[in-house]
């Protein structure tokens, strides 16, 4: 696709976005307003984000989260600066499908129209906003930002670039942890492992020694998450939410660790029977893309997504850390059909959040509905990965392949090996 079609692209879509998120913009929000704007002016003021205010996530995240307070020191102030910077992200993400993502036209915007959909969707922009009466999620939530900082490694990642792949997504992880178990997947075939350790442990270690310049502490973060019980949303809890809904007695939701939570008996054995299955099935995804051909885009997808689907909180800004992704490993494709659809009944839980108390049938069923698709989304995208055809299989060691669509990156990083001149001829079709 050529670099003024592309650039033509970027704008129409990046336009397409300012007009629907703009007008949301300063919307209330709970979470800007009673956690991160208090939180923000109270770390501007000198205190430590973990030891005084128990902020949850790793330490680059607090730049992007009090930034805007600098700005504007005002409650409102900080939620207007606050969604225009994670606008800011999401505009990013466009640029670099846009410009980045290798590929013919078909391709490109393909996934751009999947992230675009998807996104407007989720946020509540699509169907009655009425309905909901806060901000739209990808701009009162920061995943839009690791997020861009994963789709930009990979590529990276595509091009061969060894220090600049494991840099970015040392700094995604930096910002929100999930990032660190992608390395596996990227690290496959990779051959310059000391550039990828260098550059990985550079932005690390500079978050480290802040903490330890200014006296703090980041236990509390790691101690926050593991305290965490079976959040509504997750799938594990979706069984006991439907025998609630079905007569069944003993089960109800509390509030802790910033939701809703289910309480009944058996949840704590369901949160570690989720955590388990996702693990072992995380484990196996990350063996079998190893011997494999899948592209890195695809193995990264499959990845997030048992992550996502397994995790014993799965908020629903979670799903942003899969839309930009699977948009660019699938395009137009039933893999991402079936996730508009996922994110869709993600949308009707949350206009129907009410009857999260009470564990209505009009916020169970559509959030049972949500979970169902997430785990046919997580077959179509793991299955082939796990049970490659023949023809997909990575060759034996010291045998060619004659296959043209092999990972572009085996032929990067060495002087002595050959450099694709496009790497499109080395990607996979959008289906």
Same mark, same amino acid.
């Given at each position: 696709?050529? $670099?003024?079609w ?5 704008? #129409?879509?990046?336009?397409? =976005?300012i007009?629907?998120f703009?007008?949301t ?11 991160f704007?208090p939180?923000a ?6 205190d430590l984000p973990y ?10 995240s ?11 020191d005002?409650?409102?102030g900080?939620?207007d ?5 994670? *606008?800011?992200?999401? *505009? ?8 980045? %993502? ?19 969707? *989720?946020?509540?922009?699509? %169907?009655?906003?009425?309905?909901? +009466?806060?901000?739209? #999620? ?9 997020? !861009? ?7 990276a990642? +595509? ?12 700094v995604?992880?930096a ?9 596996p ?9 000391r550039?990828?350790?260098v ?6 270690? %500079?978050?480290?020694?802040a ?14 998450h593991?305290?965490?019980? !079976?959040?509504v949303e997750?799938l594990?809890?979706?069984?006991f939410?439907?025998? =609630?809904?079905?007569?069944?007695? &003993?089960?109800? $939701? &509390?509030?802790?660790? &910033? ?8 949840a ?24 494999s ?5 695809q193995?990264? $997808?499959?990845? *997030? ?8 909180? %799965?908020?629903p800004q ?20 079936v ?19 009470? !564990? ?13 698709? !997430?785990?046919?989304?997580l ?23 004659p ?20 790497p ?7 289906l």
């Open positions: 696709m050529p $670099t003024r592309r650039a033509t692209a970027a704008v #129409l879509v990046c336009a397409i =976005h007009a629907a703009v007008p913009i300063g919307d209330w929000s709970s979470i800007l307003i009673n956690d704007a939180q002016r109270a770390i501007k003021a000198g030891r005084d205010q128990d902020i949850e996530y790793p330490p680059l607090v730049p992007v989260l009090i930034a805007p307070i600098y700005v504007d005002s409650t409102q900080f939620v600066g606050f969604m225009w910077e994670m *606008l800011a992200f999401d *505009l990013a993400i466009i640029v670099l499908i846009a410009l980045a %993502l290798p590929g013919d036209t078909r391709r490109v915007l393909s996934a751009l129209g999947i992230y675009t959909v998807g996104l407007l969707i *989720l946020s509540d922009v699509v %169907l009655d906003p009425s309905l909901i +009466d806060t901000g739209p #999620l990808a701009l009162d939530r920061f995943d839009l930002v690791p997020t !861009l900082f994963v789709l930009a490694a990979v590529l990642r +595509d091009r061969g670039r060894s220090a600049t792949w494991s840099g970015l997504l040392s995604g992880v910002i929100k942890a999930f990032p660190l178990f992608l390395y997947a990227l690290l496959r075939r990779e051959i310059s492992l550039r990828v350790a550059a990985g442990a550079i932005p690390l270690l %500079l978050c480290a020694a903490v330890i310049v200014t006296g703090d502490e980041f236990g509390s973060a790691i101690s926050y593991t305290q965490r019980a !079976l959040q997750s594990a809890a979706s069984p939410e439907i025998a =609630h809904v079905l007569g069944a007695s &003993g089960i109800t $939701t &509390g509030v802790g660790h &910033g939701g809703f939570e289910i309480s009944a008996s058996g704590t054995a369901a949160r570690w029977i989720s955590v388990v299955i996702g693990a072992a099935l995380y484990l196996a995804i990350v063996g079998a893309g190893w011997r051909k899948t592209s890195n885009l193995l990264v $997808t499959a990845l *997030l997504t048992v992550m996502v689907v397994f995790a014993p909180v %799965l908020s979670f799903l942003l850390w899969i839309l930009p992704v699977s948009a660019c490993a699938y395009g137009l494709s039933r893999e991402n059909l996730l508009l659809v996922a994110i869709l009944f993600t949308q009707i839980e949350l206009q129907n959040y009410d009857g999260v108390d009470a !564990l209505s049938g009009a916020f169970v069923w559509p959030l049972a509905a949500r979970n169902v698709y !997430l785990l046919v989304y077959a179509l995208v793991a299955t082939p990965i796990l049970r490659p055809r023949t023809a997909d299989r990575a060759p034996s060691a010291g045998t060619a392949s296959d043209s669509s092999a990972d572009p990156s085996e032929f990067s990083d060495s002087p002595h090996r050959f450099r694709a001149t496009s499109a001829e080395f990607q996979p079709c959008d």
